[in-house]
């Protein structure tokens, strides 16, 4: 299979864990079912003389990368105050042909189109597959389908859109149902949840994983992992923190509220135990998940949350609020516990019951090895081969045999 993958979600030079997930399942997929695959991955365009502070990062982003070995383009579009809703489908859409006639003209050609994130992304996409004359599988991933389609003008898109591409791949149940208004009762929609990469994120002894990152030896911690904005809810496992005396809690990340979540800390009173590490390279998440207590993930919105899963292959049971996704990857009070309601008083009970009552790390670890990018891939290929029209190799299982293994070593 030649696929053409296509999403603003995948990493840059300027924020190498953007879309990560994206590239984790296109590597795994190429991995375990082969195949060739060319990425675009369209940047917004920002004047070099607004190119700072937040804009920074899109300042001399190249036009192609390698990464994993996977041939990347970033075509850029312009960013349109106050339009960029509406507009940024069809923004998108030139900047992502003008990347395919560059391929089209250096004489390649694909399969279909594998699109990530119904909007802007897979909608952009859509005229791409149009004008290449290929399928178009898109994946909905989370804010595509539980916030965005409440705006009327992105919700017609998103109709346009799932009558014309050939099946969508959702990441949880959750969003699948969530879907249903948005397109015919015939149109074909798959659960493909994403895995775990059960080799990058392993266990390391606690003691040696805090000696590594100079964290307490003794004293309980707790961690929070993912961008410092509202949606993630790290504001409210600091206010939770005056209800668990003695615990230590490291905030993994950065983003536009480092500050105010500074402010409540200090305002809280436990700014003496709140330590804000910034962002960590992906291959390092798994030191700091082995060296906490608990993880806690208390987001408002979530689709698939792989902070979770990360935990947990590393033997870090976790607090997550039961939203979304959330209670189909924490199905046993074994690995981790939900709250209803992230209120600070909840959120300490439930941690403290944790650390109470620790679990075991080794079951933890065992029950993240059921959700192996496996499954996820063959899936993959399954949808894929249905809109190409290509019969399933019957030695497509056979194929994932190796990986498997050296995953279980």
């Known amino acids: 299979m030649k696929l053409l993958v296509f999403s603003t979600l995948f990493p840059w030079p300027g924020v190498p864990h953007h879309g990560i997930f994206v590239l984790e399942r296109l590597r795994h997929y190429l991995r375990s079912q082969g195949g060739e695959a060319v990425v675009i991955a369209p940047v917004p365009w920002v004047p070099r003389w607004l190119a700072r502070g937040r804009f920074a990062i899109y300042k001399d982003v190249p036009w192609e990368e390698m990464r994993e070995g996977i041939r990347v383009l970033h075509p850029r579009y312009p960013l349109i105050p106050k339009l960029n809703m509406h507009w940024a489908p069809l923004s998108v859409a030139w900047a992502g042909l003008r990347a395919w006639k560059r391929l089209r003209q250096e004489g390649h050609s694909f399969d279909l189109v594998d699109a990530h994130y119904l909007y802007p992304d897979s909608v952009a996409a859509s005229f791409v597959a149009k004008r290449a004359g290929l399928p178009l599988v898109v994946t909905a991933r989370g804010t595509d389908v539980n916030l965005i389609p409440r705006y009327r003008i992105p919700r017609r898109w998103l109709r346009y859109l799932l009558k014309r591409a050939s099946s969508a791949i959702t990441v949880c149940d959750a969003l699948r149902q969530e879907m249903k208004p948005l397109h015919d009762s015939g149109f074909s929609v798959r659960v493909l949840s994403n895995g775990v990469d059960l080799e990058k994120f392993r266990p390391i002894e606690p003691g040696e994983a805090r000696r590594r990152l100079g964290w307490p030896a003794s004293s309980p911690v707790i961690l929070s992992v993912g961008h410092l ?73 979530e689709g698939w949350p792989n902070v979770l899963l990360e935990s947990m292959a590393c033997g870090t049971p976790v607090v997550a609020t039961k939203v979304w996704g959330s209670p189909e990857v924490v199905r046993d009070s074994s690995v981790g516990l939900l709250v209803e309601d992230p209120n600070p008083e909840a959120v300490a009970q439930s941690v403290q019951e944790l650390l109470d009552r620790p679990r075991d790390r080794r079951a933890v670890r065992q029950y993240a090895e059921q959700h192996s990018w496996d499954r996820t891939t063959r899936g993959m290929h399954e949808v894929f081969c249905a809109a190409t029209g290509e019969p399933l190799p019957v030695a497509a299982p056979q194929a994932v045999a190796p990986v498997e293994a050296q995953k279980s070593s």
């Open 229 to 301: 904005i509202e949606r993630k809810g790290h504001h409210h496992v600091i206010r939770a923190l005056r209800h668990l005396p003695g615990v230590q809690l490291k905030i993994v990340g950065g983003g536009e509220m480092d500050g105010e979540l500074r402010r409540l800390a200090e305002e809280e009173q436990v700014a003496d135990r709140v330590e804000f590490v910034g962002t960590l390279p992906h291959d390092e998440l798994r030191v700091a998940y082995s060296a906490a207590d608990v993880l806690n993930l208390l987001s408002s919105r």
